[in-house]
């Protein structure tokens, strides 16, 4: 494999095929609380890396730029070379996690409109919640990138919300990361289990992350049954 140049904790960038990309390895490791829990999830590299790439693609035949070039192995795959804005952007379409844990509200309720959240993109602070206007007073995202990102991520909720739906799962709430590639903004990361809240629709059975992080069991079988139900609906 090519030369490493950075390892995160749940993937691995390497130097691309040429200086316009790069090469992403995801890894079988899970983190939660900024990595203070940490545990090997057998498979879990592939089933993440198959999701993801299952769902950029759809996202790219419904007119969303993400970095995805091609999938070169089942935990590999080739990603246009761009500047990550250090931004995580998060929407949510009913309360759960940190947000009903903040503000007081029970798991589950619906919100009268889609939220937009940001937090800052650093392990030091534990990643703060950040307002738009702190953003641009600190120079890490424009006015515009800022519109762009939220306007993408509404975009990208609406494709994925309807194709989960359809899967049986409703899209509780994600993340989402962006970069710069020349004069553009596109999706970046990954969307997976790992990075999204996924419900069954009937029994409002978890089937992501939160297995991991509050010791409910059956990582892997969640995130295949998420994979299954996906390939039956995209038809593959
Ligand atoms: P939260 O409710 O803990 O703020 O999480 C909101 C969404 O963001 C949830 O779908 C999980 C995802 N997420 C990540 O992808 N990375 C993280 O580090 C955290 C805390 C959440």
């Given at each position: 494999m090519d030369r490493i140049l950075y390892e995160g904790k749940s993937k691995i960038i390497y130097e691309g095929e040429d200086e316009n990309s790069y090469i992403i390895r995801f890894k079988d490791t899970a983190t939660a609380f900024n990595g203070v829990k940490k545990e090997e999830i057998p498979e879990k590299g592939r089933l993440n890396a198959e999701i993801s790439n299952l769902l950029y693609e759809y996202l790219e035949e419904n007119g969303i730029k993400t970095h995805?070039?091609?999938?070169?192995?089942e935990t590999t795959i080739l990603v246009r070379k761009a500047e990550i804005v250090m931004v995580e952007v998060i929407i949510r379409n009913l309360a759960a996690g940190s947000f009903s844990k903040k503000y007081g509200v029970p798991e589950g309720t619906p919100l009268a409109n889609t939220v937009v959240e940001f937090s800052l993109k650093s392990d030091e602070l534990g990643d703060p919640m950040i307002n738009d206007s702190q953003i641009t007073a600190l120079k890490i995202a424009t006015a515009e990138e800022l519109k762009e990102m939220s306007e993408q991520a509404k975009k990208i909720n609406e494709l994925l919300s309807g194709l989960f739906l359809k899967a049986g799962?409703?899209?509780v709430d994600f993340k989402l990361e962006f970069g710069r590639a020349g004069k553009e903004i596109i999706l970046c990361d990954e969307i997976s289990p790992d990075s999204c809240r996924f419900w069954d629709?009937?029994?409002?059975e978890k089937l992501d992350k939160d297995r991991f992080r509050r010791d409910l069991g059956n990582v892997t079988e969640g995130y295949k049954e998420v994979l299954r139900r996906l390939k039956d609906v995209i038809g593959v």
């Open positions: 995805l070039i091609k999938v070169i192995d799962i409703i899209l629709a009937n029994t409002k």
